[in-house]
């Protein structure tokens, strides 16, 4: 049997059924799977040029009397060394059965003598093998292309580089992998023999079977002379080593040396290196002493015969087959879950407490790729961006999906003043209090801000004070581009349906069929998009030209009712301007003019797909479902109806990899989506909390933040994001401030940009007190709807009095929760939440009853109802005309089963923003129905919502400016 090896263009290797001698673009590549005795293995370069390798070869002679059983000595090391790389093989498989450790001979030339010696090894092991034989003037670029192949081949256990001398640079020899390096040559592996360190690296399969000769030559080793003559390489530094290591003296010879014949006579063994052709005279070595031959000549036939026949060519390979199996075993052990050894950064909290960018530039963050290794992530899970960011690979969630997942934090908040309460603060505080405070592993998982309140009103969002995101420059400002890539994806989809209906507007039918499916060198086929699009009208074809006029017609056509699309364009900026537009008032456009408009990017479906997706594949098939509009007959039309969906994934592919940061104390932190919590559920991505909960271990915690208050937030977590993610919370913890309580008891209205008034600088206990048993309350039950346990954490301002504290702390344990504590890490860091912490980590000790508010087969206006009476407080709905509609048409269209997603104001319990507390007593308007369907929910419009912020009077951009020196950012935040 012959097994063809072919490299695919992404890198992997590909195994398959061949004809004899058959190649594949020029080359071909063998493998030798486990029993197949009569295999061999070859590669023929393009150019067809053949050269000979080099391997070192071993042959031993004695002196005057040589040992009579010395070939009992070379079989019996053998036998010991493929028996027990044998059972070390049998446990490797019996705890993980479809492993199949591999041994790559990268070679010049296509010599096959070395690879049947190890080829015969790996047969008595039961691994595998491959060659791959280079041209012999093979540049040392070629070889080291060929290297990188094989170090990201995950299936490739261990590399033999079979090459000339003269190609063992340096830079080819620390191209390989230290953990694939079996035969100990690369500068990182002498190290660690040389350090006596082999926990990680390889002893040289010829050391270990000189080394072995000597044991079963002269035992015991203690105080014999080795002589080694010649070689200043690798293998000579490891022999010294290794010898010595055995209580043996080392002396090192030239074969120049005019004393070389004396020091031959006083050594027990001696040992030859890099000599060619050289020997020493028998008559020089004395009775009993053995002489071995380490020499790195052409590997000839000759060669190869002389080296099988005694023997030792084979102790060489068996001892390379083990260092093949050791590689598998620690590279398996390596994708087990590791435990954290996170070293947190020190803070010094100043008073009075800076800026939060002057505290962010005074701590330096960790290099992230060490913080990574910190928390058990693997070199090739990460893709770094810059220092101090990166990207995680999905491929994680594969590696440990065995493992347990952490206890599951949710921070929500009471309603919030338009200045906002600080649910990122504490949150960072809390997994700041978490792992470097209590050494329980946390993670913090956040959403990416948009630019818009950046440049805004609201400023940064990476937290505050001493409890922030680091570097909080590169949180706020484009982070990884994953807006930007939502924005190119949202705005291919617009520009699609706007040239789509000019062209349909302006073709016929078969003209329009035949630019959509052009015929290339002669031959017509559809796209495998085009084929799904005729799957979903139900022609069961594949060949263009069997498709009848009537097929042809409803193929080509979309159709799309230009008064019925709902698809907008994106842009992360506040621009007023854009909440209408018109388009194609072009000349060439033909008038296809229609009004439409502009959201800003965190508004588009794309990003809220990209926080529910679980995988690569659901946010793909999430892309193709996305309704953009509605045809003039009455049918939903999707960006697989476009042809768009797989030119969105391709964007947005790397956008759907959460990016890992870390806190002001160096714990980690995964940000990632970024979606509107009053139009979208207005939580972090699914994929990140998975990736953390399988990170942080069985006792460690993942902390998850909500938008705006509870009421919002929450409800959309509990009901939106667990049903797609089937994850469920143990605690939820409940962000209030004395200023917040106070408004909601009575207060004055709070704005942004003007000063506070006096009711929230001065101690008021009857206002906090009013804002505790009506909005707090409110929210704790809300909570409870859910059946999971609440914690309150009280975010303190330095203008909070001590009673003031105590009184609110008081009153909502009395209310339900099961703990209320102030949090000082604004000030403090993560020192300042450690009761938080505590009382976290013991609510989460307690058993979790959580359930769904709704059942989602409910009909859409019960659980739009269910949402108004038990979470908002209303007495009832009302559904506009154009709401009932749209019920009816989601209904008929088979949506009426997906979640609700209520977009309303997030300054109120109810709908309107000036009623505080916790209003009664009012009907909820729903004006208007939409549905998200590639997100997967319906959002009933409640009042009036907009998906498109304006900037204020003042910006927060008039502060924020670049020194053209430094570099430093200045003003953000």
Known sequence: MKLSVIRSACGSLRIHPARPGAGVGGWSRRCLPVGAANSRLILRTSSGAISGGTNPKLAVSFGKQPPKDARFEWDSSLREVVQGTKEAMVALQRRNPAIQPLLAILQAGEDDSLLEINKKMAEMIGLNITQICLAKESTEDEIVEEMLKLNEDPRVHGVYLHLPPASLTSRVLNTLQPEKDVD?????????????????????????????????????????????????????????????????????????????????????????????????????????????????????????????????????????????????????????????????????????????????????????????????????????????????????????????????????????????????????????????????????????????????????????????????????????????????????????????????????????????????????????????????????????????????????????????????????????????????????????????????????????????????????????????????????????????????????????????????????????????????????????????????????????????????????????????????????????????????????????????????????LSLAAGGCHSNLRKQIQIAHLFGVPVVVALNVFKTDTQAEIDLVCQIAKDCGAFEAVPCHHWAQGGRGSLELARAVNEAASRPSNFQFLYNIEMPIVEKIRTIAQKVYGADDIELSPEAKTKIDYYNQQGYGSLPICMAKTHLSLSHMPDKKGAPTGFVLPIREVRASIGAGFIYPLVGTMSTMPGLPTRPCFYDIDLDPVTEEIKGLF
């Open 184 to 764: 100990g040559i690369s500068d990182l592996n002498i190290g660690r023999l040389v350090r006596g360190d082999l926990s990680k690296g390889f002893v040289p399969p010829i050391a270990s079977a000189v080394l072995d000769l000597l044991e079963k030559h002269d035992a015991p080793l203690e105080g014999k002379i080795v002589l080694l003559v010649g070689g200043e390489g690798p293998l000579g530094v490891a022999l010294q080593c290794l010898i010595e290591r055995n209580g043996m003296v080392v002396l090192k010879s030239h074969w120049s040396s005019k004393s070389l014949q004396r020091q031959v006579m006083q050594a027990d063994a001696v040992v030859l290196l890099g000599a060619g052709n050289l020997d020493v005279p028998p008559t020089w070595v004395r009775p009993g002493a053995a002489v071995i031959r380490c020499q790195p000549t052409e590997m000839d036939e000759h060669a190869a015969e002389m080296s099988s026949n005694c023997g030792l060519g084979y102790l060489t390979a068996a001892y390379r087959t083990q260092n093949v199996v050791r590689s598998c075993g620690r590279w398996i052990q390596e994708q087990q879950y590791r435990p954290w050894c996170l070293r947190s950064l020190k803070l010094q909290p100043l008073t009075p407490v800076p800026s939060d960018i002057e505290i962010s530039r005074a701590q330096t963050p960790k290099p992230v790729d060490q913080l990574a290794e910190e928390i058990g992530l693997l070199p090739e899970e990460l893709e770094a961006y810059g220092r101090s960011k990166a990207k995680v690979r999905l491929s994680l969630l594969d590696r440990l999906k065995t493992q347990p997942d952490g206890k599951y934090v949710l921070v929500a908040g009471i309603t919030p003043t338009p200045l906002g309460e600080g649910k990122s603060t504490v949150t960072i505080g809390l997994v700041q209090a978490l792992s470097a405070h209590l050494k329980l592993n946390s993670f913090a998982c956040l959403r990416q801000p948009s630019q818009g309140p950046t440049f805004g009103v609201k400023g940064g969002a990476a937290g505050g004070g001493y409890a922030q995101v680091i570097p909080m420059e590169e949180f706020n400002l484009h982070l990884t581009g994953d807006i930007h890539a939502i924005t190119a994806a949202n705005n291919l989809v617009a520009a699609a349906i706007d040239a789509r209906m000019l062209h349909e507007a302006t073709q016929l039918d078969k003209a329009l069929f035949n630019r959509l499916v052009p015929s290339v060198n002669g031959v017509r086929r559809f796209s495998p998009i085009q084929i799904s699009r005729l799957q979903h009208l139900g022609i069961n074809k594949t060949d263009p030209a069997s498709l009848t006029p009537q097929e042809v017609g409803t193929f080509a056509r979309l159709d799309l009712d230009p008064t019925k699309i709902t698809w907008q364009r994106v842009v992360d900026t506040n621009d007023r301007f854009l909440r209408k537009i018109t388009v194609g008032q072009a000349s060439t456009e033909k008038g296809q003019i229609r009004e439409t408009g502009f959201d800003i990017a965190v508004a588009s479906e794309i990003m809220a797909i990209l926080a529910l997706a679980d995988s690569l594949e659901d946010m793909k098939n999430r892309l193709a479902r996305m309704v953009v509009g509605t045809s003039r007959s009455g049918q939903p039309v999707t960006a697989e109806d476009l042809g768009v969906s797989g030119a969105l994934a391709v964007l947005m592919k790397d956008a759907i990899k959460p990016t890992l940061m870390q806190t002001l104390e160096g714990t980690p932190v995964f940000v990632h989506a970024g979606p509107f919590a009053n139009i979208a559920h207005g939580n972090s991505s699914v994929l990140a909390d998975k990736l953390a909960l399988k990170l942080v271990g069985r006792d460690g915690f993942v902390v998850t933040e909500a938008g705006f208050g509870a009421d919002i937030g929450m409800e959309k977590f509990f009901n939106i994001k667990c049903r797609a993610s089937g994850l469920r919370p143990d605690v939820v913890v409940l962000v209030a401030t004395v200023r917040a309580l106070k408004m909601h008891g009575g207060g004055p209205n709070v704005s942004a940009g003007t000063p506070l008034p006096r009711e929230y600088i001065d101690e008021n």
